[in-house]
Antibody, heavy 118, light 107 residues
């Protein structure tokens, strides 16, 4: 059974940093890309970032470029999202998703909430 | 970047009604279009990929059509458990843009 479990969310002050983790199981993690998607309260889905299976190719939404860094550790079946210079506009539930690079997101985690507030 | 324009933003229909949601891409994305259902407080769930291929386990009352820039999600016989928000997504390129979402309610 495929499982994606996010962790690391919480309350952080504006300008602060946070690292999210997504632990994967039930599939060959090292063979697939992974994405992060977020959803601000009461809003729609916003794709954030993608990382290739080997971790050598990454892309970011313009809204987070230069502030967020996606990475992965295939030995731990885990993908990370390092978030810096956080603002209130980054407040959202953050989901990781299994991404086939040329396919849809067929599995999602349950999400981890991030609140940026003083 | 490819923009995805979804309509309507919300709709209210009766149980048993046929419901149609449209999604338009700003550029040709071939059939690289997915539809997701999201119930309140839950993660999105993949309904349809490749514009018209039903994901395993999804009820057959859901169907998708379209190609290039114009796509449609149809629910043939709305059920109470279909109350949710629905999103289209381009996976032809990066960024993997989503439509704005359509909230479906029961009248």
């Amino acid at each position: 059974e495929v499982q994606l479990v996010e962790s690391g969310g919480g309350l952080v002050q504006p300008g602060g940093s946070l690292r999210l983790s997504c632990a994967a199981s039930g599939f060959t993690f090292s063979s697939l890309a992974m994405s992060w998607v977020r959803q601000a309260p009461g809003k729609g889905l916003e794709w954030v970032s993608i990382i290739s299976s080997r971790g050598d190719t990454t892309y970011y939404a313009d809204s987070v470029k230069g502030r967020f860094t996606i990475s992965r550790d295939n030995s731990k079946n885990t993908v990370y999202l390092q978030m810096t210079s956080l603002t209130a506009e980054d407040t959202a539930v953050y989901y990781c998703a299994k991404d086939h690079w040329t396919g849809p997101f067929d599995y999602w985690g349950q999400g981890t909430p991030v609140t940026v507030s003083s | 970047d490819i923009q995805m324009t979804q309509s309507p933003s919300s709709l209210s229909a009766s149980v048993g009604d046929r419901v149609t949601i449209t999604c338009r891409a700003s550029q040709d994305i071939s059939n690289h279009l997915a539809w997701y259902q999201q119930k309140p407080g839950k993660a999105p769930n993949l309904l349809i990929h490749a514009a018209s291929t039903l994901q395993s386990g999804v009820p057959s009352r859901f169907s998708g059509s379209g190609s290039e820039t114009d796509f449609t999600l149809t629910i043939s016989g709305l059920q109470p458990e279909d109350v949710a928000s629905y999103y289209c997504q381009n996976y032809n390129s990066v960024p993997r843009t989503f439509g704005q979402g359509t909230k479906v309610e029961i009248k």
